[in-house]
Each structure stands twice: as structure tokens, then as C-alpha cells.
């Protein structure tokens, strides 16, 4: 696929397919007109009269000129392939056995490997021509895995290059000559046999001695050889390893779970046979909220039970497939990044994530990066593109100097010593320069972003004059542009760039497009037609790689024999920039990542949390995980009963005998084909399920990835628009709620992150948490109070959406009975945890009326019950100080987590269950908009906006109505007396509990940096609010009398 060829703009439903040329400016290529040596790898190169060197006229094979004349000079003079003498060329010297040759060899132009496409050079070739390479395909001997009915060819291995033949359907043979590989090995002709590199490996062995006497490689160490056996035998060790929490940590931890469940198990007997009877209205509350906190507590804390860490191996990783001399056999990867509006989703912010994709330490022809526009904004096209342009600088530097991060606004930005380790003495100059172009980059985007705030009154012109096809967001047809690849793709010192592919897919009036969902299926599906890596990492766009070997620690899981086999997603925690020291609303969620993700990780996986994730590109398509032996069972005769099992007979009938005769005949053709795949092909129409797109359905197949071999280039194109069409997941099995499997992201809730993760975990897959030491993607998180609650309504929404959905965790998944218990309480969890607001609004209400009425929720309690109140809130405190203890997390963290939990639940979690009833069972769509004041342009200046929203009203009432309830209730006590003290204790215990967890919330409405400090303000207002009480209610001055005991004396007194 050539890069910059022009954007290709198409419908597949009206028949249309445009290309737009002129949009971008020519740039200088490197010419790749040559093959790889497939002695060195190193290119063949050209002779003096431009034409690609051919040593052997016989065969063909590519050697280039060094080897070539090593060969003639020290080596056997053969061909490796067809074992004919080599002849000498022209400009080679004269070696012994030349005598009876001319000077000038008149046969080297017989075979003038001319490319006869370039005399009919399509433009189609210009778009879709590419070597996508990904290292060689299967071997002859796995071709059984494309069906024939799938290809409508005879199947042959894929090296995961795109055709470069002209002729959709004819001559699919590629010629070894047409351009470089980067897993080489020879393609000859039929009924031509392999050079055998066992049986010349001396000869590539003496190769290497000669080029490291002339200064090409270095010279070979002599102690690698004695170190060769060392090094295979750590190569095949495993690539990662659980690391289970100490025991001294872990031990005590589950002691303290228990005793808890006890104590709780107690608390709540004692309060069930102790009403109050002068209040019970506020017992039945108060017990009722009671019993609900501790079921949620059970679903959240037993699956922590089996915490776990895990370390990877990178240098084995490298040692296996990576190894000195040959290609690189990592596998590739697909990355998504998803965007919608620019002006709400920053393009710097989105360009950033780009480059620190395209500068990843991953090799770049195993790295294909799609940018997803959803809101086919010309502001998103023409940012991307001035991207492209900036990483032909920016990613050489980053790989010349090793630099971390890189997404070059957080590099530049660190305070720290950016000279640390740093030893080539030209760093401080071409950082120094790298700067300022970064500087005038930004400056370009920032133009671009001023341009796009004024939309023109016959929409968007692009620089050749014609309209850009997205001017109409709702109505556009599908767009795709190639920024970097083959012919195109390469950096300002010639090395290869990763790909760079803009995606827009189509959308038209009266189609449902699934939002996030929709675009990232799209991706899945346009990707598959073009790369198809077995792979696929997904990004939001602000989200950027803040560890350059991310990929490679997700391969040290994925890649791994023993346990790859059986993981559908590695999933990364999410770390965050730009938030405040204290963490005020807990935004960086540390106790969710470092804690509940770790414990699910000993069951059965992570939740997938809609960004940083590895997936498995065959899990998304719904094939079940490979099965492995089973363990046989124990069996014993029928005179043994006592041990094992008895030995049943099979019984057979003639209905049976007639399906399993039926099922052998049909089943031949499949051989070949997995159990699950042969299941699909049997009982499932592959256009009903997939799509009618050939070259796509044939790529769902290919397990190790690559693309289809039967399609030309004019038929990818045409395939790459018609799988981003609008209509083309009608009547198909995309996203749907199916009963059995799934197919993509599923639709349905807002939250298909944890729904699609969820369905994988209940067909048998399991998923890995992988937290290497640098994280390993950081993004930008809202650290204003308005913000952040509308966010947390965000996914609240989606969890109660779930909870009524076919999906419930509480009824779904238990016919194949994949998914562990432990794991099923994570989910149910993670879908009831919003309907938790309810029992908490009323538990944060109940210290006040106890204070306005002077009845209390508990009756007197005895020495005895006290110890069951001790013990319990002993219990909370140790759960939570040894579950930091094994956890490393922080306990200001933990605090900050403890008090958001409450103002999110009585705020954003009680308005998600009021919009989720609503739009379940009303079908009432709510919304809630949030008004910005200004703020100063300060650090964390957003930090102090004030933005109304209805949010804010709930915890500002129960805040409120705390305040009063402990000014009226310290009141009341002064004016009646010592005795009236004792109770107001407890009273007063529960509202200062309620008061102290809603802090943050009071502090984000009057607090303000550089200011009166809050905590001031607030016990100001206090103290002065129970002076003022305090005056009116005893009025010193005036003499109060108290009447006769009515009760004692009797009315007639």
C-alpha cells in the first residue's frame, strides 16, 4: 500500500469509489527496488546499469554482490538452490575456473527482471500496494486451513504480503524479484526444491568471517560460542510467571476475611432481634441498608482472595524470536485509536498518542496503526497528517537515544534530569533542535484547530479544490487514507515507519452505528482486510504509550506456548497525568487497579476496562479457546463400587448409528480444520455471521494472521470500503446479543468494554493483568469535581443497563459453566454497584434525623452487644490495613477511594439508576449538562472551576442537613443537661462519619488555592452557627419556669 497516494473515499451500497488526489505534498522517498540477500538479509542491490543484480541466470536466487563474490572467491562456486556454477558478471574479478569465459558476460541480460506492472500501473496499485509483511506465512504442509470454498483459489502459504499482481482472480504467483522481503525464503518455480540451510550452514558461517574482515559485521566473540548452549536453553524457559503474595501478607489477610464474615454474621443477628421499638421506622431502615452493605461487601472482597503479581522475561522473549541474524518472528500487532470530535478530544492530544505508537520498540513491519474518526472531521484528517510528517523525525530520534516517554508533549514536558544515562555527545544538540520542530508542529496544529472553529458556509474545501466528503458528519461515505507505509513510510534517515491508516467509516441517515462499539468492529473488521495481525491493541486518544516495550510484555503472555493458548486479552492499568498531589476525587482509581485487578487476576482474569488492552483477534470473533486433554477418569468394574466410578456401556440405536455414519461421510472435506472451526463450517453460513466480504471472511481463518492470497489489490480496496459501509453489519451477527457466541464489541450499553470482556470469560477464555514496573500507557483523567461525577454516571449507567439486560451476571453463562464463581461475583458486582446509592443516600440521611428527632437506630446496647460493634469496626480497619500491606497502595489513596465511594454513590450512582429505570422501562432518554465558569490559567487551575450540574445536588442536601442535625443536636444537649450527652455521642459519631467522607465534595464547592483554607471557612460556619443557637435557645436573660409533673401529680393537682 502506498502511503500518501491520495484518500479514498467510497459507498459500497451506491456503487461509488473516489480517490482525491493532490491533498498532500510529494515527499522524498527512499527507492526499495531490490530483494533481501537470503544468505546476510541484506538488501541484492543494483548493478552499475541500474538493473536489480541477479547472480545465478539458472534459478534466480537473490544473493547479493558480497556474497556472490565470496562464494566465487572461498566458497564452493555454486548456487545454493540450483547447484550451478556462478558465472562471472560483469565488474567481478577473475577467479580460478574463469578462463574459459569472456571478459563480458554476455548472458547477464537474459534475465532482465524488469516489472512488467509498471508499464500498467493501476491506480488502484498505488493505494492498496504494499508489503505488509509479516514475516513468513504457515508452511505448505498448514494450507489445509483456508477452505477453497472460502478462496475460490487453490490455497497456498501466506507471507502476509499484499499481491502485486494487477489481475484480480488470475497468475496470484508473486515473483521473488518484485520487491524486498523481510522474512526471506525462496519462492522458486513448481517442482524446484529448497536450499537446506542445516547443510550450508558452514558456508553462511565462513560468509559472516569474511564481512567481519571488512568491517560489515563485527567480529564474532569467542565466547559465544561456549555461551550457545546456555542461551538456547534459557530461549525455551517461559516468558512471564506468577509471583503469588508473600504468605507472611496473604495468610493473615484471609484470617481477617473470615473473622470478619463471623463478626458481621453476629452484628447483623444482634440487630435483627434488637428493635427499636419507640423508632422502628428508623431500625428498619438502618437494617435493611445494613444487610445490603454486607452482600455487597461479600461479592467485592472474596474475589481478592487469591491476589497475584506477575513478571515477565523480555530477554527471553528476544532470545526466542528475535534471534542474532535472522528476521524477527514477534507477531504483529494492530493498533486502534479511537476518536469522534476534535474540539472536545484535542488533536495535539491525539497526535501525541500517534507518534509514541509509530516509536515504539517493536519491529516496524509488524506495527500497523489505525486512527479512527467517527466524526469525519477534516481537523482530524489534516492533524493526522501533519503527524505523519512529524515522525519522520520524530521516531529516529526517539530510537537513536532510548528516550522515555515517547509522545514528545510528556517528554518535553518532565522536570527531570533529561541527561541521566545519556552518552553520545550530539543528545543536547539534536534534542535542542528535535524541540523546536516540535514547537512549530504545534504551532501548525494549533492553526489547523483556529482554521476548524469557523466552519465556511459551503463546508470544508480541501487543497485541490474538492469538497471534503465528511462536510455532512451524519450523512458522509467511508474514508481511508494511507499517511505511512510502503513507498512513503520511511523516516528522514530512510529506515521504515511503521503503517499510519485514517479510517472514517461510512454513515448515512436511518442506519443504527452503534457509537464506540460500531467504530471499533469497523476497525476490527478494515484492519482484517489489510494487515490482519493476530493481534490488536486498542487506545482511547488520549491515552499514549508511556513504556515503549508495552507490546513486548503483552507478547511475553500472548506468545508464550504454554500459556498463550488460552488468553483472549492482556489487559494494562491505567495510570494517569496531570492530577493533583492529593488526588481529591481518586482519579487515578489505585485501589480498583492495584487491588480488585490483581485478585481477579488469580481466578480467571481482569474486567476489560475499554482501554490498554492486548486482544486476541480470534477471541473477538467468537471461537472458543483451544481445548486441551482431558484428564482421564478413574473407572473401575462393576463389582467395585467403592472406588471411582463404574465403567458405563455405551448404548447405541439405530438413529445414532444413522448420524454418526451421516457425520463421518459429510466431515472428510474439513480435515484439517480445528473442532471449533469445523463446527462453524457445518452448522454456520460464514456470510451470515461475518459479512458478505470474501477476502474478510477468509481472514477470520488465519489464525496466525495475514492477508487473503486470492484478492488483488483492486479487490482489498474495494473490500476495505465495503467492510466500513453502513449497511454492512445488517443481518449479520455483529455485536448482537447472541445466546452462544459473539462476534466483535458488543452493542446494546455504553459500558461494551465490560460486556464484550464478560461474554469471553463465559465461553472459557481467560485474560491476563500484566502491570510491568514503568506503566505502560498513562492518559489524562478529570480532575474537576463536575467532571469527574459525570463520568462515574457514565459508566454507573452502563452497569445498570447490563444488570437488565440478557447479559445480567446474575443469570447469564451457567449452561457452559466456564466462568468461575469467584469471577461471576466480580461481575455481579461490577453491574450492582450503582443500585448501592439508594441504601447509602438513606444511611447518610438517617445521623441527621436521629439529631432533629432524638431517637436513635439502636436501642441501649449491653457490655456484651458492645463487643460485637468493636470487633466489627476492628475487623474494617484490619481488612484494610493488610490488604495495603500486600497491595503496596498507599493508605492516603485508599482514604481518597473510601471517600469518593460516598460521594459518588449518593450523586452520580443514585442519577444512573434513576436514567436507567427511566430509559429501560419508560424508554425516557435523560441527560445532564454541565456549565463551566472560567477559571485562571494555573496548574490544576481546572481543578477549582466551578461547573453546575444536577449532580451536585444530593450530596450538597445530605451535607447540609448533617451540619444542621449536629448543630441542633449539640444544642439540645447543652440546654438539658449532662444526661443528654451520653446518647448524643453516638448520634454525633454517625453524622461526623457521613461529614468527614463528603469533604472533598464540601472542599471542590468553597475551596481555592492560595486562598482562606477551607477547613477555616467550615469550622467558622460551624462554631458560629452553634453559638447563635446556642444563644437563642438558652437567652440567658430571661427567666425560664418549669410547670408541675402532669404524670405524677394527676390532672386534678
Not at 548456487?79 to 567481478?92: A, N
Not at 441527560?927 to 490559567?937: E, G, I, M, N
Request: charged share 25%; hydrophobic share 40%; proline share 6%.
Amino acid at each position: 500500500m502506498e502511503a500518501s497516494a491520495g484518500l479514498v473515499a467510497g459507498s459500497h451500497n451506491r456503487n461509488e469509489l473516489v480517490v482525491i488526489h493532490g491533498h498532500e505534498e510529494p515527499k522524498s522517498l527512499k527507492s526499495l527496488d531490490g530483494q533481501v540477500c537470503e544468505i546476510c538479509g541484506d538488501e541484492v542491490g543494483l548493478t552499475t546499469d541500474g538493473d536489480l543484480f541477479v547472480a545465478c541466470n539458472e534459478c534466480g536466487f537473490p544473493v547479493c554482490r558480497p556474497c556472490y563474490e565470496y562464494e566465487r572467491r572461498e566458497g564452493s562456486q555454486l548456487c545454493p538452490q540450483c547447484k550451478t556454477r556462478y558465472k562471472r558478471l560483469k565488474g567481478s574479478p577473475r577467479v580460478e575456473g574463469d578462463e574459459d569465459e569472456e571478459d563480458i558476460d554476455d548472458i547477464e541480460h537474459e534475465f532482465n527482471i524488469e516489472d512488467e506492472q509498471n508499464k500498467q500501473k493501476h491506480l488502484t496499485d498505488a493505494l492498496l500496494y504494499g508489503k505488509m509483511s509479516y514475516g513468513r506465512g504457515p508452511d505448505d504442509e498448514e494450507n489445509s486451513q483456508f477452505p477453497p470454498v472460502i478462496t475460490n483459489a487453490r490455497s497456498r502459504p501466506v507471507s502476509g504480503e499484499f499481491p502485486i499482481s494487477n489481475h484480480a482472480y488470475g497468475d496470484q504467483m508473486l515473483s521473488s524479484s518484485l520487491h524486498k522481503r523481510v522474512h526471506p525464503y525462496p519462492l522458486s518455480e513448481s517442482g524446484s526444491t529448497r536450499w537446506d540451510e542445516k547443510k550450508e550452514a558452514g558456508w553462511k558461517e565462513r560468509m559472516d568471517d569474511w564481512k567481519s574482515k571488512q568491517g560489515n559485521l563485527a567480529g564474532p566473540d569467542p565466547d559465544d560460542a561456549m555461551d550457545a548452549d546456555p542461551m538456547m536453553d534459557e530461549a525455551r524457559q517461559p516468558l512471564s510467571r506468577k509471583v503469588p503474595i508473600a504468605s507472611s501478607k496473604i495468610n493473615p489477610y484471609r484470617m481477617v476475611i473470615v473473622t470478619r464474615l463471623i463478626v458481621l454474621a453476629l452484628f447483623l443477628r444482634y440487630r435483627l432481634l434488637n428493635p427499636v421499638h419507640d423508632a422502628i421506622g428508623l431500625w428498619l431502615t438502618s437494617v435493611a441498608c445494613e444487610i445490603w452493605f454486607a452482600m455487597s461487601w461479600i461479592l467485592d472482597q472474596f474475589p481478592k482472595w487469591l491476589p497475584i503479581d506477575r513478571e515477565t522475561y523480555l530477554d527471553r522473549l528476544s532470545l526466542r524470536y528475535e534471534r542474532e541474524g535472522e528476521p524477527s518472528m514477534l507477531c504483529p500487532v494492530d493498533i486502534f485509536v479511537s476518536t469522534v470530535d476534535p474540539l472536545k478530544e484535542p488533536p495535539l492530544v491525539t497526535s501525541n498518542t500517534v507518534l509514541s505508537i509509530l516509536a515504539m520498540d517493536y519491529p516496524v513491519d509488524k506495527i500497523s496503526c489505525y486512527v479512527s474518526d467517527d466524526g469525519a472531521s477534516m481537523l482530524t484528517f489534516e492533524s493526522l497528517s501533519e503527524t505523519a510528517e512529524f515522525a519522520r523525525k520524530w521516531v529516529p530520534f526517539c530510537k537513536k537515544f532510548a528516550i522515555e516517554p515517547r509522545a514528545p508533549e510528556m517528554y518535553f514536558s518532565l522536570k527531570i534530569d533529561y541527561l541521566k544515562d545519556k552518552v553520545q555527545p550530539t543528545f543536547v544538540k539534536e534534542r535542542r533542535a528535535m524541540k523546536r520542530e516540535y514547537e512549530e508542529f504545534k504551532v501548525r496544529i494549533n492553526a489547523l484547530v483556529a482554521k476548524a472553529m469557523k466552519v465556511p458556509p459551503e463546508g470544508w474545501i480541501m487543497q485541490d479544490g474538492t469538497p471534503w466528503p465528511g462536510n455532512n458528519t451524519k450523512d458522509h461515505p467511508g474514508m481511508i487514507q494511507v499517511f505511512l507505509g510502503h513507498s512513503g513510510g520511511y523516516d528522514s534517515e530512510g529506515n521504515e515507519l511503521p503503517r499510519l491508516v485514517y479510517v472514517s467509516r461510512e454513515k448515512r441517515p436511518g442506519f443504527q452505528h452503534h457509537k464506540k462499539a460500531g467504530a471499533m468492529n469497523a476497525l476490527v473488521r478494515v484492519s482484517a482486510v489489510l494487515t490482519n495481525a493476530p493481534f490488536m491493541l486498542n487506545l482511547d486518544c488520549d491515552h499514549y504509550i508511556n513504556n515503549s516495550k508495552a507490546a513486548r510484555e503483552a507478547m511475553c503472555f500472548l506468545m508464550d506456548p504454554q500459556v498463550g493458548r488460552n488468553v483472549c486479552y492482556v489487559q494494562f492499568p491505567q495510570r494517569f497525568d496531570g492530577i493533583d498531589l492529593h488526588d481529591r476525587y481518586a482519579n487515578r482509581n489505585t485501589v480498583f487497579f492495584d487491588i480488585n485487578m490483581k485478585g481477579l487476576d488469580g481466578i480467571q482474569g481482569p474486567v476489560y476496562v475499554g482501554t490498554g488492552c492486548v486482544f486476541r483477534r480470534q477471541a473477538l470473533y467468537g471461537y472458543n479457546p483451544p481445548k486441551g486433554p482431558k484428564r482421564p477418569k478413574m473407572v473401575t468394574c462393576a463389582c467395585c463400587p467403592c472406588f471411582g466410578r463404574r465403567k458405563k456401556l455405551p448404548k447405541y440405536s439405530e438413529k445414532d448409528t444413522t448420524n454418526a455414519a451421516a457425520a463421518n461421510g459429510d466431515g472428510s472435506s474439513l480435515q484439517g480444520i480445528d473442532e471449533d472451526k469445523e463446527l462453524l463450517m457445518s452448522q454456520m453460513n460464514f456470510e451470515k455471521r461475518f459479512g458478505q466480504s470474501a477476502a474478510f471472511v477468509t481472514s477470520t481463518l488465519m489464525e496466525q494472521g495475514g492477508v487473503p492470497p486470492s484478492s488483488s489489490p483492486a479487490a482489498l480496496l474495494k473490500e476495505a470500503i465495503h467492510v466500513i459501509s453502513c449497511g454492512y453489519e445488517d443481518k449479520t451477527d455483529w455485536g448482537l446479543e447472541l445466546l452462544i457466541v459473539q462476534l466483535g464489541w458488543i452493542y446494546g450499553s455504553i459500558t461494551e468494554d465490560i460486556l464484550t470482556g464478560f461474554k469471553m470469560h463465559c465461553r472459557g477464555w481467560r485474560s491476563i493483568y500484566c502491570m510491568p514496573k514503568r506503566p505502560a500507557f498513562k492518559g489524562s483523567a478529570p480532575i474537576n469535581l463536575s467532571d469527574r461525577l459525570n463520568q462515574v454516571l457514565r459508566w454507573a449507567l452502563g452497569s445498570v443497563e447490563i444488570f437488565f439486560s440478557r447479559h445480567s451476571p446474575l443469570c447469564y453463562g451457567y449452561k457452559g459453566g466456564h466462568l468461575k464463581w469467584l469471577e461471576r461475583f466480580a461481575y455481579i458486582n461490577t453491574t450492582i454497584y450503582p443500585f448501592t446509592a439508594l441504601p447509602l443516600l438513606a444511611y447518610c440521611t438517617l445521623p441527621a434525623v436521629c439529631l432533629l428527632t432524638g431517637k436513635f437506630i439502636m436501642p441501649e446496647i449491653s457490655t456484651l452487644a458492645s463487643l460485637f460493634f468493636i470487633g466489627l469496626f476492628i475487623s474494617i480497619f484490619a481488612t484494610g490495613i493488610l490488604e495495603l500491606r500486600w497491595s503496596g497502595v498507599s493508605i492516603e489513596e485508599w482514604w481518597r477511594n473510601e471517600q469518593f465511594w460516598v460521594i459518588g454513590g449518593v450523586s452520580a450512582h443514585l442519577f444512573a439508576v434513576i436514567q436507567g429505570l427511566l430509559k429501560i422501562f419508560a424508554g425516557i432518554e435523560t441527560s445532564f449538562t454541565v456549565t463551566s465558569k472560567a477559571t485562571d490559567d494555573e496548574e490544576f487551575g481546572e481543578l477549582y472551576a466551578f461547573k453546575w450540574t444536577t449532580l451536585l445536588i444530593p450530596p450538597t442536601t445530605v451535607l447540609i442537613i448533617n451540619l444542621v442535625g449536629v448543630v441542633a443536636g449539640i444544642s439540645d444537649a447543652i440546654n438539658n443537661g449532662y444526661q443528654s450527652w451520653g446518647p448524643l455521642f453516638g448520634k454525633l459519631f454517625f453524622a461526623f462519619w457521613v461529614i468527614v467522607h463528603l469533604y472533598p465534595f464540601l472542599k471542590g464547592l468553597m475551596g481555592r488555592q492560595n486562598r482562606t483554607p477551607t477547613i477555616v471557612v467550615i469550622w467558622s460556619v460551624l462554631l458560629a452557627s452553634i453559638f447563635s443557637l446556642l444563644w437563642v435557645r438558652i437567652d440567658p436573660f430571661v427567666l425560664k419556669t418549669k410547670g408541675p409533673d402532669v404524670k405524677q401529680c394527676g390532672i386534678n393537682c
